[in-house]
């Protein structure tokens, strides 16, 4: 058995040199990098399963390839793409990459997986030629621009794997993108962005990245970007989102993407699901492009329907007749941002103080208020200072904003019943959503509907096909449609003192759709 495994491995190397020499690499470097920074940059390298999927996801190649790896690490994405030129029966006459990585052991082995490239390439009979450039990617793209003589680099395809980052308002990586005509919150859109401006027209993109630019205000932006600049051809889902970067204990979900930059947006986007990088039976549907971005989406929102069942529950739940607006009601964000009303905090309530109310309140679908030993406070005192930041007394669905990576739901939605909690106005924490009319309360048995319509698994599913992380913005429950006024109503008359388990949720809001 040992000297099958061997031989196994000896016939990978002869295959696929390079890309074996950038996964061990990776696995190599990987545990001796500082987890935190990591972590701070978004730093997670490319296995080789995940490098190889996206290198195939390419179409057609140019017989003379300029090829830009941004963020390169150690160099598998470039090995992946280079074995898969060699592989295919068109086969390209030259590879010249261009690769930028600012860490310097990573560059290190960079430039030993670009050897193993050029040899690859020398036995398939193709020219190979390749740089790096040990520069901040963002800043060296935006020089050209600043100068009357230098020329902006042009590339036939790009492969990009780009780090998960925030950008800070003042940064000079914000104010690089925006001499480019780039609006963006985080570098790994900022990184995809930046490389479609810089391919030819025809060229390709392939990228994984997070799920998170899907939806959300920060990323309408981008969005809007990518979409005026290029074709969204192909969407790969990994369905476990533990599992494209298991090795860095990565959850993030991700997705991986193919853009053709200056293309017509063709009818349909083909998506793919597997369950990893190792699964091979992916499947794959051809989606109508209206249908991953409804023409009449305000915020173009991007809509993952992997499935058939997934796309009869988009249709279902888009047919459902109101918006917000149709049913007079307004969600906001908790107006209490406890670290800048620290002064006013209580562990306990005491005279001259109210309620706050935050997800630890959260109880049977219902606020249980105060709550005991809880880690966060209780109370906010009432005065002149924090009178902004509260709402009358009333009937409120409340909503996390965030959920734990390990919850099975996004949605979670209670309601706020003044009748359980004897005050005149209450403060909602900023981590909550809360639903109102005009600022003041629901009628109850309208709250209780919308509480139980949210809570159904009909509805999570549905908002997890646009929505890939772990926070829920008010934008987004803007966008969902809902029941009448009616028919919530009905169906609050079956939330009593506690909420229904969720079977019967689910079948009370399946006869709505």
Known sequence: MVNELTELVEVSRRIAPALIQADTARREVSPTLDPKQRSKLGQFMTPAPVASFMAGMFDRL???????????????????FVREAISRKDRPRSIDVTTFEVDPLLGQHLAETLIACAEECEEAGIAFTSRIVADDYILHSAEPLLSEHSEAEQYDCAILNPPYAKINTGS????????????????????VAVALDQLKPGG????????????????????????????????HVYESRKQAFK???????????????????PATVRISLSHSPQDLDASARDVQFAD???????????????????????????????????????????????????DFLRKDPEPGSVPLIYPCHFNGGYVSWPKPGAKKPNALVSNDETAALMVPCGTYVLTKRFSSK?????????????????????????????????????????????????????????????????QVNATDLRNLHYPTVKQLEEAG?????????????????EALL
């Open 62 to 80: 140019p017989k003379s390839i300029r090829l830009l790896d941004a963020g390169a690490g150690v160099g598998s994405l470039t090995a992946a």
């Open 204 to 235: 390709q993109l392939v990228a994984i990245t997070p799920r998170s630019f899907c939806n959300g205000s920060y990323f309408e932006p981008f969005r809007r970007f990518m979409l005026e600049h290029s074709a969204l051809r192909k969407i």
């Open 292 to 342: 991953v971005v409804l023409p009449n989406d305000p915020h173009v929102f991007i809509r993952l329907a992997v499935s058939a069942e997934d796309g009869d529950l988009a249709l279902r739940v888009q047919a459902l007749p109101c918006t917000l607006r149709d049913l007079g009601v307004t969600v906001s964000t908790g107006r209490v941002v406890d670290f800048r009303a620290r």
């Open 406 to 470: 390990e919850e099975k739901r996004r949605l979670v939605a209670v309601v706020y019943d003044p009748v359980r909690i004897d005050a005149e106005v209450v403060g909602f924490e900023n981590h909550l959503n809360y639903f109102h009319l005009n600022g003041e309360g629901l009628p109850g048995d309208l709250a209780r509907g919308l509480a139980l319509f949210l809570n159904s698994t009909a509805v999570d599913q549905y908002f997890r096909q646009f929505s890939g992380h772990t």
């Open 247 to 265: 090795d860095d204990e990565v959850l993030q979900e991700n997705i991986i993407y193919q853009l053709i930059k200056s293309e017509p947006q």
């Open 493 to 509: 008359r079956h939330f009593g003192k506690v909420l229904p388990e969720q079977e019967k949720i689910d079948a009370i809001v």
């Open 172 to 191: 000079k990586a914000r104010k690089a993108l925006s001499t480019m005509g780039i609006e963006t919150t985080n570098l790994y859109t900022a990184f």
